[in-house]
């Protein structure tokens, strides 16, 4: 018998899916929601084994009344919020809807716990988006924020929010500061999976080249499933409080392109072509978190380094195409993925 219930927002993404694993492993009866698509995109759900076992629950942040009804129908006692339009990219191309999703959607499943059972205790997914530009060192729970894209800024309104309701109806709610989580179950729109994907076509003969566009920017890149532990781990604690989650070390873009295509013998700069099309009107040129306060309350630290994680997604991109070139056929998201030239945006006009 399941000892509690949880319901993660967001639970076909990258995190949800190995949250979902994790609180089954935990014994928790999981539900979740998804939002109706006109082809359905439960992938990663199936690649972890776990689709059977989970709940499902159609729900979209822009409908109140479809997240009032997840909620009464999961009768949680944790809700992990992890819904969110969450490519910065794309929050430059739809300002207005990554607003009402990633900013607005977080007060509509927080009033819904507020009129349903206020008990609920609640994570939000927050970022380290939220400090933007103009920082140099290591940041920390108390680092000024200055959010420098409309996703940041969503976020930034979703982290004051859950603050706001934990101080004004004593909500259990915890913000927590997660800094860049990349695993084989990324999505391809972001720069690692991207990286991993094209290096491992390339070396099979399959691509000739990878067009990228800032490979100065500096992240902080941590493995996605010792991520979501964390978030399990601040709903444990006495008290709700916010926590930095990151690895304390930063590099280059460029280091991570180097890496990949170094792991498998080959030199970036044969294939890789810095293209105009993906820089953004604004980009963040480092992040970097202190995780001091995880380590000490929640006795959680990183094991998976940046070394060791370029290494891992590259390998298992490599067996996904090679496993395809045999003819296998598994659930898998890059033979659905547009080549990115055939993409047109703003930020990406040619
Ligand atoms: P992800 O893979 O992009 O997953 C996002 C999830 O949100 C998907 O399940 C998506 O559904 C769902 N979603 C999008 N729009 C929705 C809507 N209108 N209504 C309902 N659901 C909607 O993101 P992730 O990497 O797992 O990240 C999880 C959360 O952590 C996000 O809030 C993200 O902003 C935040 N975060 C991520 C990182 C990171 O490095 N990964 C770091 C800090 C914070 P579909 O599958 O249908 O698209
Ligand atoms: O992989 P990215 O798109 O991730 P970004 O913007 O850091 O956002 C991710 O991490 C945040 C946490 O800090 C999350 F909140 C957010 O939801 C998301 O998960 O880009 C990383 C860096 C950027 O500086 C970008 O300009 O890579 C640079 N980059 C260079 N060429 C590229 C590319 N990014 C993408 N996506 N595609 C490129 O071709």
């Known amino acids: 018998m399941p000892t509690k219930n949880a319901l993660i927002t967001g639970i076909t993404g990258q995190d949800g899916a190995y949250l979902a694993k994790f609180l089954l492993e935990k014994g928790y009866a999981v539900y979740g929601t998804y939002r109706r698509l006109s082809t359905p995109n439960f992938w990663r759900l199936q690649y972890l084994n776990i689709f059977e076992q989970v709940v499902l629950i159609p ?37 207005i809807g990554t607003g009402e999703i990633t900013g607005l959607g977080v007060t509509r499943i927080l009033e819904a716990i507020r009129q349903i059972n206020p008990a609920i205790k609640f994570y939000q997914a927050s ?14 729970e108390n680092s000024p924020f200055q959010p420098s894209s409309p996703y940041a800024a969503a976020k930034l309104y979703g982290y004051w929010l859950t603050k706001m309701y934990r101080e ?20 391809l729109e972001f720069v690692t999976r991207k990286i991993s994907n094209a290096v491992a076509k390339i070396s099979l003969g399959l691509e000739k080249e990878l067009h990228l566009g800032n ?6 890149w941590g493995y996605a499933p010792e991520y979501v532990e964390s978030m399990w781990r601040m709903l444990k604690e006495k008290e709700p409080d916010d926590y930095v989650i990151a690895t304390n070390e930063a590099h280059k873009v460029g280091e991570f392109v180097e890496k990949a295509f170094d792991s498998l013998g080959l030199d970036w700069q044969e294939y890789v072509e810095v293209d105009k099309r993906f820089f953004r009107p604004q980009d963040v040129n480092f992040l970097q978190g202190d995780y001091s306060k995880a380590k000490r309350k929640l006795a959680w630290r990183p094991r998976v380094k940046f070394d060791k994680l370029v290494e891992r997604m590259v390998k298992e991109d ?24 055939n993409i047109l945006t703003r930020t990406l006009k040619v």
Request: with cysteine; aromatic share 12%.
């Open 215 to 220: 490979l100065e920017a500096k992240r902080d």
């Open 168 to 187: 004004s109806y004593k909500f259990f709610a915890c913000n927590g500061i997660l800094f860049n989580h990349e695993s084989p179950l990324r999505g």
């Open 127 to 140: 970022t380290s988006e939220l400090y933007g530009n103009g920082h140099s060192s290591s940041l920390t």
């Open 59 to 95: 729900a979209d942040l822009v409908d109140a009344g479809s997240m009032v009804e997840a909620v009464k129908i999961s009768e949680p006692d944790e809700i992990y919020h992890l819904a969110a339009q969450s490519f910065v990219g794309a929050s430059f191309e739809q300002p």
């Open 318 to 341: 490599l067996e996904r195409w090679a496993r395809w070139q045999k003819g296998e056929r598994f659930p898998w998201d890059a033979p659905n993925y547009p080549n990115e030239s």
